[in-house]
């Protein structure tokens, strides 16, 4: 356990005395940081942030605030959940940031952290010919791609899909939380089952992609997140082969598809070794997400057939 009693001394009493404190115990137990933040500092921060109820981007002066009894124990309280039980820091605070925009988090998706988050800020530009009326967040999640993507086209039409429930039931959340329930909506579907009859201008999927590998290696961090959001398969493609078959049918004359695989890159080209994959890349780090139109997958339909 931690050692509250040196937590709680009279030699640790403001915000600062906590971060600092928090940051080398994470430090020191070999914390996994690839949740929203890079480092130990900042996940100290969000955590002590979060109890006393303000934002991480306050005056800096309010570090030197004197944290009162209740607030040092809660405090210690989420620090002990995130070293010993492993927890995300956005599912212990309930929130994380995605396209520089908070969202609801829980145990039922992932913490959100998409390379994706940069091309909604760019509007997509330049891989849309034209500003998108219909778009599909397809296993969405928190739903943060398709609520963002929203903002970013203020007179398109969203929707967000997912196989889970639970994950719908948070999508809706932060449906509600930015008051787009006119424009946007939550589908539960397996891939396109549930949106039969519908056709988008833009398909953009961060899918489970985690090949059998790499889920067997991940960091605990990774564990307490749902295991039917990460992996697909020994190669981690099961979903994406299931998605390039059947993403010309719901894409418009002008249609786009793009889908984060991660890591999984690599086998996706040595299993379409024919198919020219157009790789984005972005400013602030981050891989293996790919663009295809709907032309190209008309034209490789015979590779991408099961």
């Known amino acids: 356990m931690i050692n509250r009693r040196e937590a709680l001394t009279s030699e640790l009493i403001t915000l600062r005395d906590y971060i600092r404190w928090g940051?080398?115990?994470f430090n020191a137990a070999e914390l996994f940081f690839g949740h929203g933040n890079d480092n130990a500092w900042d996940e100290a921060v969000q955590l002590v942030m979060y109890v006393v109820h303000l934002p991480v981007s306050s005056d800096p002066d309010v570090l030197n605030a004197r944290l009162c009894l209740d607030e040092r124990k809660a405090i210690l309280a989420l620090f002990e959940q995130r070293i010993f039980a492993r927890i995300p820091a956005g599912h212990l605070t309930g929130e994380s940031y995605f396209a520089g925009l908070p969202f609801t988090v829980n145990k039922h998706v992932l913490v959100p952290r998409s390379p994706i988050a940069e091309l909604i800020e760019n509007e997509y530009k330049p891989w849309l010919a034209h500003e998108p009326q219909m778009i599909l967040d397809l296993c969405t999640g928190s739903g943060c791609i398709g609520v963002a993507t929203a903002l970013a086209f203020p007179y398109a039409c969203v929707d967000l899909s997912d196989i889970?429930?639970?994950a719908i039931a948070v999508a809706e959340k932060n449906i509600a939380r930015y008051e787009l329930g006119e424009r946007v909506r939550a589908v539960e579907s397996d891939l396109f089952a549930g949106l039969k009859g519908q056709r988008y201008d833009l398909i953009v999927s961060n899918p489970p992609y985690v090949d059998a590998e790499d889920l067997a290696t991940m960091p605990l961090e990774y564990q307490n997140e749902p295991?039917?959001?990460l992996g697909s398969g020994f190669d981690g493609l099961d979903f994406t082969r299931r998605l390039?078959?059947?993403?010309?049918?719901?894409?418009?004359?002008?249609?786009?598809?793009?889908?984060?695989?991660?890591?999984?890159?690599v086998h996706l080209e040595e299993a379409f070794m024919q198919v020219p994959f157009t790789w984005l890349e972005f400013e602030?780090?981050?891989?293996?997400?790919?663009?295809?139109?709907?032309?190209?997958?008309?034209?490789?339909?015979?590779?991408f057939t099961l």
């Open 227 to 229: 295991e039917i959001a």
């Open 23 to 25: 940051a080398s115990r």
């Open 284 to 303: 602030r780090g981050g891989h293996g997400v790919f663009m295809l139109t709907i032309d190209q997958l008309k034209q490789y339909r015979a590779e």
């Open 244 to 265: 390039l078959l059947g993403a010309e049918h719901y894409l418009t004359d002008n249609g786009v598809l793009i889908v984060e695989v991660g890591n999984s890159w």
């Open 164 to 166: 889970s429930t639970e």
